[in-house]
Nanobody, 130 residues
Framework: QVQLVESGGGSVQAGGSLRLSCTAS????????MGWFRQAPGKEREGVAT????????YYDDSVKGRFTISQDNAKNTVYLQMNALRPEDTAMYYC???????????????????????WGQGTQVTVSS
């Protein structure tokens, strides 16, 4: 079993920055990949970023490229989302997700969708005001 705990959400003015954190516990010795999603009221959950732990490659949704950065700590069980130049349209509940070895997604590496992840955090709210 894997538990994901998120933190770092809050309210910020447009143009500001926030850094979200998500720490995994449980069976986390070998994470396959970790990612971030977001969901605004009345909208579907959408992928924001994916990080593959074996090679460190990252993938982003076009809406956040150049503004958001996904990264991990040395233990590779904590993932961060550095969010810069925030816009009101970034307002959403942000969720971290993870998938351990073995199994999981084995197709072409890209920004991964919801079905690729087996474990999810509780979400942290990000609100960006104009």
């Amino acid at each position: 079993q894997v538990q994901l705990v998120e933190s770092g959400g809050g309210s910020v003015q447009a143009g500001g920055s926030l850094r979200l954190s998500c720490t995994a516990s449980g069976y986390t010795a070998s994470m396959n990949y970790m990612g971030w999603f977001r969901q605004a009221p009345g909208k579907e959950r959408e992928g924001v970023a994916t990080l593959f732990t074996d090679d460190g490659r990252t993938y982003y949704d076009d809406s956040v490229k150049g503004r958001f950065t996904i990264s991990q700590d040395n233990a590779k069980n904590t993932v961060y989302l550095q969010m810069n130049a925030l816009r009101p349209e970034d307002t959403a509940m942000y969720y971290c997700a993870a998938d351990p070895w073995p199994g999981g997604y084995s197709g072409n590496r890209r920004l991964l969708p919801r079905y690729a992840y087996r474990y999810w955090g509780q979400g942290t709210q990000v609100t960006v005001s104009s």
